[in-house]
């Protein structure tokens, strides 16, 4: 007859009060951080280039959206996720980290809120005196191809960047928030590094946002011929972003077929709490363990916790 060998470890804190494993974010919460972020995505990407004086502007345009991104996420990526981007949403839901209905609602978020950010700045331009037409203003930010490319970039070549970059974007964006890595701030940072990296080579190109929430934002408030190429900038940057979450769904095959979480097929059942768990991760329920098994193993199952922070788990990469 065996007798059960009680298990011992240090018991887990709980967590403080007001943490953010307390808080479970609603989706009206997340859809106002989706749009606030949207908004000052195209606050910053539109304005710093509308309003600089190019022989006296100290911050490039492509920095200045690149750091906005960084400051969006920063500021609510907690709350939602920090998306601001429908391609960065639409890779999300193919790769499985986001159901189809708050997909859609995270992309209806994101063109409220960037239409009200590019409405803000029409307005500011109305009440400029050196400005005449404020929709030709707009014309100089708005994505286009062609005769409406800096360098007459025919729209192949614009398909194809949109494509490429929106799908090392979302690479970058998933790649950063999988699994384990749950450090937001450098997630946060390498989005905008790659997000100013992307928009600096796609500037002359034909402005290619990579974005096609801030081109909707452009094209609404710029001359016709916008609204006609606006096609473009949702199509070639959601097959992109459809590519990557592909390919990042393909990873995570394995570990779903060996019945483990995504990003978890390399730990053991015989891991602790400290060594396999992460920051939001679910508490671990340990055992007893048989007489006969050997010293020092324990038997450890995953147990949900009573109140998930779901909005942590998108930012952190752990919500499918």
């Not at 009680?6 to 989706?34: F, Y």
């Not at 050196?130 to 025919?154: C, K, N």
């Not at 452009?218 to 949702?234: G, I, K, P, T």
């Not at 070639?236 to 077929?257: D, K, Q, T």
């Amino acid at each position: 007859m065996t007798m059960p060998l009680p298990v011992h470890r240090d018991p887990a804190p709980a967590p403080a009060a007001g943490s953010p494993a307390q808080v479970r974010h609603g989706l009206a919460a997340r859809l106002s951080a989706e749009a606030f972020g949207s908004l000052f995505l195209v606050v910053a990407g539109l304005g710093v280039p509308l309003f600089s004086i190019p022989q006296s502007s100290p911050l490039p345009a492509a920095l200045a959206a690149g750091l906005a991104v960084t400051a969006a996420m920063l500021a609510v990526g907690y709350v939602s996720g920090g998306h601001f981007n429908p391609a960065v949403t639409v890779g999300h839901a193919v790769a499985g980290r986001i159901r189809l209905a708050d997909a859609a609602a995270y992309i209806g978020a994101q063109l409220v809120g960037g239409l009200l950010g590019a409405l803000a700045l029409f307005g500011i331009l109305r009440t400029l005196p050196g400005i005449q037409d404020s929709r030709t203003a707009f014309d100089t930010v708005t994505a286009g191809f062609g005769e409406h490319s800096i360098i007459q970039a025919p729209l192949a070549a614009v398909l194809l960047l949109e494509v490429l970059g929106a799908a090392i974007l979302v690479a970058v964006f998933i790649g950063t928030t999988k699994d384990k890595n749950n450090n937001n701030t450098s997630a946060a940072v390498a989005v905008g590094l790659a997000f100013a990296v992307l928009l600096q080579l796609g500037l002359s190109v034909g402005n290619a946002p990579f974005n096609p929430a801030r081109a909707t934002a452009s094209a609404v408030f710029s001359s016709s011929w916008s609204l006609e190429q606006l096609w473009v900038f949702w199509v070639a940057p959601l097959v992109g972003a459809a590519i990557a979450g592909l390919v990042f769904r393909g990873f995570a095959e394995p570990a779903a077929a060996s019945g483990l979480p995504a990003g978890d097929a390399g730990s053991n059942a015989g891991e602790t709490a400290h060594d396999a768990g992460d920051a939001g991760s679910p508490e671990v329920r340990e055992t007893a363990v048989p007489a006969t098994a050997p010293a020092g193993s324990a038997v450890v199952t995953p147990e949900e916790p009573e109140n998930r922070d779901e909005a942590r788990e998108f930012f952190d990469g752990k919500r499918g």
